[in-house]
């Protein structure tokens, strides 16, 4: 079984960033996910959608092993992050994450000040070796975020007292300040209003010049904006993957066909 | 059921019976919130009134002489000489005072020579002597002093004693509680503020008017300390482990069910296993503040533990995720964003459980902090070594001096109570303001 794991990765192509084969989670007794297995490329917004329960969310958290908090999460499968493993025993979920960043669905900044939520991630990768660095790291970080203009002039004040929209920008400022490689993004626009999300959507596609992008969504609509890849999950199983154009306007599976006409979920 | 459709200007009487059911309610919550007012107005006002006298005292201005033959019969002033008079050698001087005072001021008593001279509190020889023996230079001259009076002297003018009370009873009469009052008149008794009753060592049987809670305050304030530092880094460190690392097993729920079991153990039983593994097993000594902490330290942990992980609870899991999400690790996570958030939570629980402790006083009968102590305990000594001289408790002293006699020392304890009360008040007052203080909203 070593062995032939050792081949695949010499074989694997670094033209993906991301290459899930078999994936299968279960929460205890109940399985959450059943073999899927997807190629996810770099410098492009890949997409999760499907219904409520489908094991979409649950997907995306094992690719940066957030699911290892849960205790009886388990993970089977191979996950390979540019060709290695991200579920070998010496990877450290710790060096994991900090390549593969993650936004959340609800806006969770840290009680802090707007800088200090920004400088956390460098801080403690030692990714500042002084203080103009770490400002520097902070100033980049916000304008990619599109948040710099709004709080550079109050960047000691809370990050918990910006709007909800800010909040979650000032999350991915927070995400890509440790300059990770991956952004998941889990619903990150479902706490929004559609101000905020057409902002945040503006924001995901210029993030696809640098980094490769996972969002999970229940927008259909937002899918088809944002995203060059779209993956359909359905009670577990990944159903169809393939260019997000193709999985709107001529999907193969007749489940997908359903679920992005209204029919179910 | 009626065909016609019920107007929404008269009630039904399903609404009446609900509205009513919501009045009764109401009335009952009153009613509970009003006799939990009343009972705790009632103790108040007991403690207040029983217990105020013992924050005033009454001292008498004795001007007495001091004869060189008497007091130092070698004349050198030497205090190691001089200190072989004893108390039993002052006390004639004393009398001899006061009895030429009154026949300067022209009180005149059918009273006895020896009736008089009880009118002086006991302690007043030892105070002279002390003073005496301190500044030796006195010695032949008239020293001017204020000394204590004699417990039922001080209980006249703070209304405990009454001429008739004093009619009864054979350690005051009606007589000398005259004499006290033209005295009082004349500006040579007078009642004052008494800071003795918070600094003082306790006193004997006899002399309840000189007895104080020094020594008790000390002893509480250094337990205090061995419980602070020994039951919040323990019931910090163990809390956020139990929470956040511990993995949700049989056995981390049973020491779970187990830590709620020990903070439901009547403290006594606390008090038994001091006894027997700290002083008689480990040979730590008795009576010391080391051993009072480290029991109350036993019984706090338990209320500690809890709060704490109540308080890491309540800290919302997105702050862990974020954490985590930012390649933090599990301590990191923990330590840079948890425990923060929880702090106040924390502060809040150990301060209540450091109140509980201070309060505590079954596990500190047994191990032998009721002794009678008269000595300042040091915080640290070369043969007791760090908080092991003797001490007593505040607690244990309140139930202490209810034990006596005198009812001189029924004043005292409930002054002692109020004592008591005041810190844990400024305890809870200083949780809620910290808790205020530092408590952040996200």
Same mark, same amino acid.
């Given at each position: 079984?070593?062995?032939i794991?050792?081949?695949?990765?010499?074989?694997?192509?670094?033209?993906?960033?991301?290459?899930?084969?078999?994936v299968?989670?279960s929460?205890?007794e109940?399985?959450?996910?059943?073999?899927?297995?997807v190629e996810?490329?770099?410098?492009?917004?890949?997409?999760?959608?499907?219904?409520?329960?489908?094991?979409k969310?649950?997907f995306?958290r094992?690719?940066?092993?957030?699911?290892?908090?849960?205790d009886?999460?388990?993970?089977t499968?191979?996950?390979?992050?540019?060709?290695?493993?991200?579920?070998?025993?010496?990877?450290?979920?710790?060096?994991?994450r900090?390549?593969?960043?993650?936004?959340?669905?609800?806006?969770?900044p840290?009680?802090?000040?707007?800088?200090d939520?920004? *400088?956390?991630?460098?801080k403690?990768h030692?990714?500042?070796?002084?203080?103009?660095?770490?400002?520097?790291?902070?100033?980049?970080?916000?304008r990619?975020?599109?948040?710099?203009?709004?709080?550079?002039?109050?960047?000691?004040?809370?990050?918990?007292?910006?709007?909800?929209?800010?909040?979650?920008r000032?999350?991915?400022?927070?995400?890509?300040?440790?300059?990770?490689?991956?952004?998941?993004?889990?619903?990150?626009?479902?706490?929004?209003?559609p101000?905020?999300?057409?902002?945040?959507?503006?924001?995901i596609?210029?993030?696809?010049?640098?980094?490769?992008?996972?969002?999970?969504?229940?927008?259909m609509q937002q899918a088809?904006?944002?995203?060059?890849?779209t993956?359909?999950?359905h009670?577990?199983?990944?159903v169809?993957?393939g260019?997000?154009?193709?999985?709107?306007?001529a999907?193969?599976?007749?489940?997908?066909?359903?679920?992005?006409t209204?029919? !179910?979920? | 059921?009626?065909?016609?459709?019920?107007?929404?200007?008269?009630?039904?009487d399903?609404?009446?019976?609900?509205?009513?059911a919501?009045?009764?309610?109401?009335?009952?919550?009153?009613?509970?919130i009003?006799i939990?007012?009343?009972?705790?107005?009632?103790l108040?006002t007991?403690?207040?009134?029983?217990?105020?006298?013992?924050?005033?005292?009454t001292?008498?201005?004795?001007?007495?002489?001091l004869?060189?033959d008497?007091?130092?019969?070698?004349g050198?002033r030497?205090?190691?000489?001089?200190?072989?008079?004893t108390?039993?050698?002052?006390?004639?001087?004393?009398?001899a005072?006061?009895?030429?005072q009154? *026949?300067?001021?022209?009180?005149?008593?059918?009273?006895?020579?020896?009736? !008089?001279?009880?009118?002086i509190?006991?302690e007043?020889?030892?105070?002279?002597?002390?003073?005496?023996?301190?500044?030796?230079e006195?010695?032949?001259?008239?020293?001017?002093?204020?000394v204590l009076?004699?417990?039922r002297?001080?209980?006249?003018?703070?209304?405990?004693?009454?001429?008739?009370s004093?009619?009864?009873?054979?350690?005051?009469?009606p007589e000398?509680?005259e004499?006290a009052?033209?005295?009082?008149?004349l500006g040579?008794i007078?009642?004052?503020?008494?800071?003795?009753?918070?600094?003082a060592?306790?006193?004997?049987?006899?002399?309840?008017?000189?007895?104080?809670?020094?020594?008790?305050?000390?002893g509480s304030?250094?337990?205090?300390?061995?419980?602070?530092?020994?039951?919040?880094?323990?019931?910090?460190?163990?809390?956020?482990?139990l929470?956040?690392?511990?993995?949700?097993?049989?056995?981390?729920?049973?020491?779970?069910?187990?830590?709620?079991?020990? *903070?439901?153990?009547p403290s !006594?039983?606390?008090?038994?296993?001091?006894?027997?593994?700290?002083?008689?097993?480990g040979?730590?000594?008795?009576?010391s503040p080391?051993v009072g902490?480290?029991?109350?330290?036993?019984?706090?942990l338990?209320?500690i533990?809890?709060?704490?992980?109540?308080?890491?609870?309540?800290?919302?899991?997105?702050?862990?995720?974020?954490?985590?999400?930012?390649?933090?690790?599990?301590?990191?996570?923990?330590?840079?964003?948890?425990?923060p958030?929880?702090a106040?939570?924390?502060l809040t629980?150990?301060?209540?459980?450091?109140?509980?402790a201070l309060?505590?006083?079954?596990p500190l009968?047994?191990?032998g902090m009721?002794?009678?102590?008269?000595?300042?305990p040091?915080?640290?000594?070369?043969?007791?070594?760090?908080?092991?001289?003797?001490?007593t408790a505040l607690?244990?002293?309140?139930?202490n001096?209810?034990?006596?006699a005198?009812?001189?020392?029924?004043?005292?304890a409930?002054?002692a109570?109020?004592?008591?009360?005041v810190?844990?008040?400024?305890?809870?007052?200083?949780?809620?303001l910290l808790?205020?203080r530092?408590?952040?909203?996200?």
């Amino acid at each position: 079984m070593k062995d032939i794991q050792v081949i695949e990765s010499t074989q694997t192509t670094t033209r993906q960033k991301i290459s899930a084969k078999n994936v299968k989670v279960s929460y205890g007794e109940t399985i959450a996910i059943k073999d899927v297995s997807v190629e996810i490329a770099p410098n492009t917004v890949t997409a999760f959608i499907g219904p409520s329960g489908c094991g979409k969310s649950t997907f995306l958290r094992c690719l940066n092993r957030m699911n290892d908090t849960i205790d009886i999460c388990s993970v089977t499968g191979d996950i390979r992050l540019d060709g290695e493993n991200i579920y070998d025993r010496n990877v450290d979920p710790v060096q994991l994450r900090a390549k593969v960043g993650m936004v959340f669905q609800k806006p969770n900044p840290f009680p802090k000040s707007i800088f200090d939520n920004v *400088a956390y991630g460098p801080k403690i990768h030692g990714l500042a070796r002084n203080k103009s660095e770490m400002a520097d790291i902070v100033e980049n970080a916000l304008r990619k975020a599109a948040l710099w203009n709004e709080v550079k002039d109050r960047l000691e004040n809370a990050g918990t007292g910006l709007s909800g929209g800010q909040q979650q920008r000032l999350c991915i400022a927070r995400a890509i300040a440790t300059s990770p490689e991956v952004l998941l993004m889990d619903e990150p626009c479902s706490a929004l209003d559609p101000i905020a999300t057409a902002q945040i959507e503006e924001l995901i596609d210029d993030l696809r010049q640098n980094y490769c992008v996972v969002i999970v969504t229940h927008s259909m609509q937002q899918a088809a904006r944002v995203s060059q890849k779209t993956a359909f999950f359905h009670l577990g199983s990944l159903v169809e993957y393939g260019d997000t154009d193709q999985i709107f306007t001529a999907p193969v599976d007749p489940r997908t066909e359903s679920y992005i006409t209204g029919r !179910i979920g | 059921m009626s065909k016609v459709t019920p107007s929404l200007l008269v009630r039904d009487d399903r609404t009446k019976r609900r509205n009513a059911a919501e009045r009764r309610f109401r009335f009952y919550g009153l009613g509970a919130i009003g006799i939990a007012a009343l009972a705790l107005v009632v103790l108040l006002t007991t403690v207040v009134s029983s217990g105020v006298g013992a924050f005033r005292q009454t001292y008498v201005t004795l001007e007495i002489a001091l004869p060189e033959d008497k007091l130092d019969k070698t004349g050198t002033r030497d205090p190691d000489l001089m200190a072989r008079v004893t108390t039993f050698g002052y006390a004639p001087l004393l009398r001899a005072a006061l009895i030429r005072q009154l *026949a300067e001021l022209g009180i005149t008593t059918d009273l006895s020579d020896k009736h !008089i001279g009880e009118m002086i509190s006991k302690e007043a020889v030892a105070t002279v002597r002390n003073h005496v023996l301190a500044n030796p230079e006195l010695v032949g001259t008239t020293l001017t002093i204020d000394v204590l009076t004699e417990g039922r002297v001080d209980g006249y003018f703070k209304g405990r004693v009454t001429m008739e009370s004093a009619a009864l009873d054979g350690n005051t009469s009606p007589e000398a509680l005259e004499i006290a009052q033209r005295l009082a008149d004349l500006g040579v008794i007078k009642t004052r503020f008494n800071w003795r009753f918070l600094t003082a060592p306790d006193a004997s049987d006899q002399r309840p008017e000189a007895a104080g809670l020094g020594v008790a305050i000390l002893g509480s304030l250094y337990m205090m300390l061995v419980v602070l530092v020994l039951a919040l880094p323990l019931g910090v460190a163990a809390s956020i482990y139990l929470e956040e690392f511990a993995p949700k097993n049989r056995l981390s729920d049973f020491i779970e069910v187990n830590i709620s079991n020990l *903070a439901a153990v009547p403290s !006594i039983v606390f008090g038994i296993l001091g006894l027997a593994i700290f002083i008689n097993f480990g040979g730590l000594r008795q009576s010391s503040p080391l051993v009072g902490g480290l029991v109350l330290t036993l019984m706090t942990l338990p209320t500690i533990i809890i709060s704490t992980r109540a308080a890491l609870k309540s800290v919302p899991p997105s702050i862990r995720d974020a954490a985590l999400g930012v390649g933090a690790s599990k301590v990191q996570s923990v330590f840079h964003h948890v425990l923060p958030l929880a702090a106040p939570g924390i502060l809040t629980g150990t301060i209540i459980g450091l109140a509980q402790a201070l309060g505590e006083t079954a596990p500190l009968l047994l191990i032998g902090m009721v002794a009678f102590v008269r000595e300042y305990p040091a915080p640290y000594s070369e043969t007791a070594g760090l908080f092991g001289e003797a001490a007593t408790a505040l607690p244990v002293q309140v139930f202490n001096w209810t034990q006596r006699a005198d009812p001189g020392f029924a004043e005292r304890a409930s002054g002692a109570i109020i004592t008591l009360l005041v810190f844990l008040a400024i305890m809870n007052i200083a949780a809620v303001l910290l808790r205020r203080r530092f408590e952040r909203r996200w």
